[in-house]
């Protein structure tokens, strides 16, 4: 079936300092998703990507597709103690929700 | 709105009880789903329903049963609890089966002993 790494899969960085996490698919994905779960918390969705080659921000994140639309990271510039939290990529081969494979995340950690 | 919630935050079962995880949304979303969170696994999909009276089974369904009755509710049902299944479980819904984010509610976080 198919399987989304991310790695790494635990980062710690000081505040300020900058932050990737690269997920990758073993199958042509349609769409990715990333989310992100502050400890304790749910996830809550940040952003989908649909198109190859894609790029998108939010703020201090960037989130790019692939071209071959099998990979994807979200970069963090200049991270602060807000950021800290898990982040998932989740890939969809097709339109369904159903298919949506989650990413085991990065754990990120934010020294102040 | 509320959003998507879930109830009970915290449970502790011993070996073989039964119990259900409730889940409610008021968003009028015809898909939910239910997902369980182990560490370093990320989230794996249980079972889903595109729509009152239509479930399926995800994943990882073994020991667990849904049904959707209205488009409101999905319960999960542990029908014979195991240690296996402590984890943190978490429901999910969105507009529809395509595509669109998924709105997860608080999670219960469940132990069997």
């Known amino acids: 079936g198919q399987q989304v790494m991310q790695i790494p899969q635990y980062q710690h960085v000081q505040e300020g300092e900058d932050f990737t996490t690269y997920c990758n698919s073993s199958?042509?994905?349609?769409?990715i998703q990333w989310y992100k779960q502050r400890p304790g918390g749910h996830p809550v969705f940040l952003i989908q990507?649909?198109?190859?080659?894609e790029v998108k921000k939010q703020k201090r994140l960037t989130f790019q597709f692939g071209e071959a639309k099998k990979n994807s990271s979200l970069h963090i510039t200049a991270t602060q103690t807000t950021d800290v939290g898990t982040y998932f990529c989740a890939g969809n081969p097709s339109g369904s929700a159903r298919q949506l494979t989650f990413g085991s995340g990065t754990q990120l950690t934010v020294l102040p | 709105n509320a959003g998507v919630t879930q109830t009970p935050k915290f449970q502790v079962l011993k070996t073989g009880q039964s119990m259900t995880l409730q889940c409610a949304q008021d968003m009028n979303h015809e898909y939910m789903s239910w997902y369980r969170q182990d560490p370093g696994m990320g989230l794996r999909l249980i079972h889903y329903?595109?729509?009152?009276?239509?479930?399926d089974q995800g994943e990882v369904p073994n020991g667990y049963n849904v049904s959707r009755s209205t488009t409101e509710d999905f319960p999960l049902r542990l029908l014979s609890a195991a240690p296996s299944q402590t984890s943190v479980y978490f429901c999910a819904s969105s507009y529809s089966d395509n595509t669109y984010e998924q709105y997860f509610g608080p999670g219960t976080r469940l132990t069997v002993t």
């Open positions: 329903s595109v729509g009152a009276g239509i479930t």
């Open positions: 990507l649909v198109k190859s080659g």
């Open positions: 199958t042509t994905l349609s769409n």
